[in-house]
């Protein structure tokens, strides 16, 4: 905690404060009786959070949030706090080769992650009985469906606010950037309310039997949405070899990928594309050269002028990339971002001399994070241009090689970042 700033110590200080307050509420709400659903339902929210299934490194998604909407239905009181609490609180997890649990990892962190959910879950169950108590007349099964959807968008706006916040002191980001990279949270909390609502009614009818009885489909279709990301991870590590292995054939583009990768996501946040397509343009941008696995070694390092026939062949590695990766389901559209990264707007590109908005704007972000990169870095037949060189050439070519639209995003993007992160020679 020490390493943290002041106001990353202030704000976490601030959430772990709060939900420990809201979780002492709890308690004040809590008999005996009440003890062992406590436990139980705690018990479930741990497992589930232990199943957290990971995106990416400080990404994944869980299943929680279908025990936390239960709790506010069956129990309309801040004892769902206690429980959202201890379920963030005692989850476990394996990571490489070993058991991460309460004892060996960061409980900090464990108290953050709790405090934010106990909280949210408690606006969550004031909500629910504020819009309950002048609605009443709208109770079905129970339940009182306009208190349960504002309920839901509530937490929503609280749950994700706080980790943005987050967000935005840990990586010195503006809280719109961080609420936007968030925000598919939201479709996860959506999607899980219908089965956090079942649960619940179904609880309340047939106690506890029938909620172990429907936890067991959700971990099964959680395995099965597992076992999906496991295979998609593994076609995209093996696309990521093969571009890894073109790369390794020319020492001059060595990193390319990567760096191409970095600018053009850049440029689709300052455009402000939403963050599935931010994620095409990345996986697209970091395999936009696998093509040229299909082209001669002898055409690729030729220090000289290419002939005419040499360039043609050149020119088919677009299609050819776009070929090897239009096998696969989940990159169809990466592939066709890919094929048409050569295209100009003045329908001069190749390979189908599409022009304008024929262009998809992926493609043309791509190409003008290409043309950058490549400008900027040695090649057997040239030396680096510096930055602003490249910059000059990318303003005089909007309209005609590039789209005028990605060109003004690039050169705001250019202008907005430390000039030793977008530059990577000297």
């Excluded at 009440?34 to 018990?43: K, V």
């Excluded at 998604?61 to 279908?66: H, Y």
């Excluded at 900090?108 to 405090?115: A, E, V």
């Excluded at 190409?367 to 950058?372: E, N, P, T």
Aim: hydrophobic share 50%.
């Amino acid at each position: 905690m020490g390493e943290l700033s002041l106001k990353l110590r202030i704000y976490t200080s601030l959430i772990i404060s709060s939900g420990l307050f809201t979780v002492y509420l709890g308690i004040k709400n809590l008999s005996l009786l009440l003890i062992p659903e406590i436990i139980f339902f705690s018990i479930l929210g741990a497992v589930a959070e232990s199943l957290i299934i990971k995106l990416r490194k400080n990404i994944g998604i869980s299943v929680n949030f279908a025990i936390g909407l239960a709790v506010v239905l069956i129990f309309r009181s801040p004892v769902a706090s206690i429980i959202g609490f201890l379920s963030m609180l005692l989850w476990v997890d394996y990571i490489d080769g070993k058991l991460v649990h309460i004892f060996n990892s960061s409980i900090y962190k464990r108290l953050f992650n709790g405090s934010a959910y106990a909280i949210s879950l408690a606006i969550a169950v004031f909500v629910y009985k504020f819009v309950d108590a002048k609605y009443g007349f709208l109770s079905l099964m129970g339940l009182n469906s306009i208190a349960l959807i504002v309920s839901v968008c509530i937490y929503i706006c609280i749950n994700i606010s706080i980790f943005s916040i987050l967000m935005s002191f840990l990586f010195n980001m503006h809280f719109k950037q961080a609420l936007k990279e968030n925000s598919w949270l939201g479709v996860n909390i959506l999607g899980l309310s219908p089965l956090g609502t079942v649960i619940a009614i179904a609880y309340q009818s047939y106690g506890w039997f029938s909620v172990v009885l429907f936890f067991g489909p959700l971990l099964i279709a959680r395995y099965s949405f597992k076992l999906y990301m496991d295979m998609r991870h593994v076609y995209f590590e093996t696309i990521k070899a093969l571009s890894n292995a073109m790369e390794a054939k020319d020492e001059y583009t060595t990193g390319h990928s990567y760096r191409v990768a970095d600018y053009a996501v850049g440029i689709a946040e300052q455009m402000g594309l939403k963050p599935d397509r931010v994620e095409q343009i990345r996986t697209a941008a970091i395999l936009h050269d696998i093509g040229k696995i299909g082209i001669s070694d002898s055409i690729l390092n030729k220090c000289g002028q290419l002939e005419s026939n040499e360039y043609l062949e050149i020119q088919k590695h677009p299609e050819i990339g776009a070929k090897i990766l239009a096998g696969v389901d989940f990159l169809a559209e990466v592939a066709d971002i890919i094929k048409h990264h050569h295209e100009r707007y003045d329908g001069k590109g190749y390979p189908d001399k599409l022009e304008g908005p024929q262009i998809s704007i992926e493609s043309c972000i791509l190409a003008v994070a290409d043309a950058y990169d490549a400008m900027t870095s040695d090649r057997p037949y040239r030396r680096a241009m510096n930055q602003q060189t490249a910059v000059n050439i990318i303003l005089e070519q909007a309209g005609k090689q590039f789209n005028p639209v990605v060109v003004k995003s690039f050169i705001d993007y250019f202008n907005m970042q430390p000039k030793e992160r977008i530059a990577h020679v000297s």
